[in-house]
């Protein structure tokens, strides 16, 4: 009698495991309703910004670069970071574990919730003076002034930026990013660049 209940206990776990398990291969197969199995990514995700950085890099090795390190201006790359959140979704599929999104599809984020951006001078920089604006001076790798950008749908919440002032010799770049947001509130994140070598 025991074994027949253990063999009946045995069937009962794996067949709640298996509907489990089917449930979750089901449910996270498609996270967004637009995605197309047959290779296009889905439309743009509803997110808020929660954050803004900016961070340098030295385009020969790719690695971040710090305050500390020293960089041919020629090599400098300066990229804006946007940190985000998932807008809630009253979704049936939301509530489960195990979403997934296809691996190959770079992110695609509509920021709800942002007014603007500006980068202000903390230090003197190719000819400006500190607590200039200099928003209308930086280039998104779009080729949008960063005064200008006012639409942040398709952002992969990550932003290549040109600086259009002069550099001097072992110079350095220091700022401060605010980030406005719909709600009044604002986020501020101040950064020293490396120093900056100029043949």
């Known amino acids: 009698m025991s074994i027949f209940f253990k063999i009946k206990r045995v069937k009962m ?6 509907s489990y398990m089917l449930m979750l291969i089901l449910v996270a197969c498609v996270e967004d309703t637009d995605f197309n199995p047959f290779g296009e ?3 743009p995700i509803k997110v808020n910004a929660t954050d803004i950085s900016l961070f340098y890099e030295s385009s020969n090795d790719y690695k971040p670069a710090t305050e500390t390190d020293t960089v041919k201006f020629e090599e400098f790359g300066l990229y804006l970071k946007l940190n985000s959140e998932l807008i809630s979704q009253s979704s049936f599929t939301s509530s489960f574990p195990g979403s997934s999104y296809a691996l190959s599809c770079a992110p695609n984020l509509d920021f709800q919730n942002i007014t603007s951006i500006a980068i202000t001078l903390l ?3 190719g000819g ?3 607590g200039t604006n200099i928003s209308n001076l930086v280039t998104t790798h779009e080729g949008v002034k960063l005064s200008d950008l006012r639409e942040f749908k398709g952002s992969m919440g990550q932003y290549k930026l040109t600086l259009d002032l002069k550099a001097v ?10 980030l406005k947001l719909k709600d009044g509130s604002e986020k501020f994140f101040e950064s020293t660049s490396p120093v900056l070598l100029i043949n």
């Open 128 to 130: 400006k003076e500190a």
């Open 13 to 18: 776990t794996v067949g709640i495991l298996s």
């Open 169 to 178: 010799n072992k110079s350095q770049l220091k700022t401060k990013t605010t």
């Open 41 to 43: 990514c889905g439309g």
């Open 123 to 125: 230090a003197p920089y």
